[in-house]
């Protein structure tokens, strides 16, 4: 794991949640991962495969993710998770790691995106993921938004 | 009479948001699709006289249906919109055939240039 992988995606989340979400953020300490921790109880997951690889995911409170989506559509009522609110999470996790590529092609790291795969359960844990995670919390009026980047090298 | 939009995206929530923002511009929805492989059979089933298209899908990519979709009907007049806007991807799809680039997020004015532009 190296900075250079994380601050794209920083700066990706930043621009992308105002324009599709209208929504502020700001950046609370990163810290690492504990392995063998839950993830929060709703995903969005990001292959990533290039230069470097690994996964990325998007993590919310169930009621953050629901605020979240409301945003993205114009402030309709966001009441269950159905197929359109579960569209909307993994689409705002492919738009933000598709704007993080750019960044990382620029740094020397072009990569290539999956589509996105949505988790939803509580004390989520994911054991084929044994790269080590940075976790970076993105606090917003909506609940906080952690984004967990495991990403390596490709040998 | 309107011109037709093939909307070609596997999220539902991006077909929706597209198929408002097109229709507010006047166009009509000639049909949507779910993947690379769905965009080919709904091209040659809708004759729609533009397609929009993500890229990352499952099945079949983007940049592949495009591909397809050229060789079916060399005049077909494809707009990728993608959130990975990296400059290979922009190029290689100019190359293969598409008229125009949009990356997510997107305006809704871009949309609409872009669907302009290609309708002539």
Do not use: H, W
């Not at chain 1, 979240?68 to 689409?91: C, H, K, N, P, Y």
């Not at chain 2, 100019?94 to 305006?107: H, T």
């Amino acid at each position: 794991m190296k900075v250079e992988y994380v601050n794209p995606f920083i700066e990706s989340a930043s621009l992308v949640l105002e324009e599709i979400a209208n929504l502020k953020s700001e950046r609370g300490q990163l810290k690492m991962k504990d392995l063998n921790g839950p993830f929060r109880d709703v995903c969005a997951i990001l292959g990533v495969i290039g230069q470097v690889s690994g996964q990325v995911i998007y993590g919310f409170d169930e009621q953050t993710a629901k605020n979240i989506v409301s945003r993205m559509m114009m402030g309709a009522e966001v009441i269950e998770f159905d197929e359109m609110t579960r569209s909307a999470l993994g689409e705002l996790g492919n738009i933000i790691t598709g704007k993080a590529s750019v960044g990382l092609e620029e740094a020397g790291y072009p990569i290539e995106i999956s589509p996105p795969t949505l988790v939803m359960a509580t004390n989520v844990r994911i054991s084929s993921l044994k790269i080590p995670m940075i976790v970076v919390p993105l606090d917003t009026e909506c609940g906080v938004i952690d984004i967990y980047i495991g990403l390596q090298e490709s040998s | 009479m309107g011109k037709k939009v093939l909307i070609v995206d596997d999220a539902a929530f991006m077909r929706a948001t597209l198929k408002d923002v097109i229709t507010k511009g006047g166009f009509e929805i000639a049909g949507e699709a779910v993947n690379g492989k769905d965009a080919i059979e709904k091209f040659k089933a809708c004759t729609p006289d533009i397609v929009t298209m993500d890229i990352t899908m499952p099945e079949m990519d983007g940049l592949e249906a495009l591909k397809q979709i050229v060789k079916i009907n060399g005049s077909a007049k494809v707009i990728m919109c993608s959130a990975i806007g990296q400059q290979a991807n922009v190029l290689e799809a100019i190359k293969s055939g598409a008229k125009d680039f949009i990356v997510k997020p997107f305006q809704p004015e871009r949309v609409i240039e872009a669907l302009q532009k290609a309708a002539g």
